[in-house]
């Protein structure tokens, strides 16, 4: 099983709203990606985690606050976010930390985020 | 720098004749490629990779990529296009010069025509 999960599919939120996203894998895996991607171009990596620590930050807006409860799950925190951040919120995970070269990275629906 | 090139932003394909999609790729140690197919308003579904080994690697849904060092090359390939096909397709490498994170290539929109 590659399955990765992600809720909710879709969310619209004012500029002024405080949100979630949530990711879950029940794969063992010990990295959990967030990424970032506008239509028809590629994912942008925006955190990692590694063994539930905060491995890169790739100068993401403090707008968006990650958290890693536990190794199964992955949440994404949003708050005051700007119509610019309206896009596809994709979570991956992959097996063995964030430096498995060979390791695959899967990846769950998406949540289709829309900023008002 | 590493960087993933995909040359084609489009590729048009009849059903049941053969495709490629192409990626071209810089590394500066070995490269660790992927392939990735995203479906309209769908995350990134993984089709294949190449680690080491033999240069023509089996994917999912009938896919294979094949590994070529000397152009530096990771086309993507099928011997018979099917309409499903149809999809937006992602290349990407990885190697410890990226931070050990994928780099991605900036896609390729394949359209399969009955």
């Known amino acids: 099983d590659t399955e990765v999960t992600q809720t909710p599919k879709h969310l619209v939120m004012g500029m002024t709203n405080k949100k979630s996203l949530k990711c879950e894998q029940h794969?063992?895996?010990?990295?959990m990606y967030w990424y970032k991607q506008k239509a028809k171009k590629p994912p942008e990596l925006m955190f990692v985690?590694?063994?539930?620590?905060?491995?890169i930050n790739e100068s993401v807006p403090s707008r968006f606050s990650p958290e890693c409860p536990n190794s199964s799950l992955l949440n994404l925190h949003l708050h005051a976010l700007q119509p610019e951040d309206s896009a596809l919120y994709l979570c991956?995970?992959?097996?063995?930390?964030?430096?498995?070269?060979?390791?695959?990275?899967?990846f769950g629906p998406g949540t289709r985020l829309t900023v008002l | 720098a590493q960087s993933v090139a995909q040359p084609e932003d489009q590729v048009n394909v009849a059903e049941g004749n053969p495709l490629t999609v192409k990626c071209t790729y810089s590394?500066?140690?070995?490269?660790?490629l992927f392939w990735y197919v995203q479906y309209p308003n769908r995350g990134l579904q993984f089709l294949l990779k190449?680690?080491?080994?033999d240069n023509l690697v089996k994917g999912s849904y009938g896919f294979e990529a094949e590994f070529n060092k000397s152009q530096t090359s990771f086309h993507l390939k099928k011997p018979s296009a099917l309409v499903s096909d149809s999809a937006l397709y992602f290349c990407?490498?990885?190697?410890?010069?990226?931070?050990?994170?994928?780099?991605w290539g900036a896609g390729t929109k394949l359209i399969i025509k009955p």
């Open positions: 985690y590694s063994y539930e620590k905060l491995s």
């Open positions: 590394v500066s140690g070995n490269p660790y």
């Open positions: 990407a490498v990885r190697d410890r010069d990226s931070n050990y994170q994928l780099i």
């Open positions: 190449y680690i080491t080994g």
């Open positions: 991956a995970s992959s097996r063995a930390g964030d430096r498995g070269l060979t390791d695959t990275q899967y």
């Open positions: 794969m063992g895996h010990r990295a």
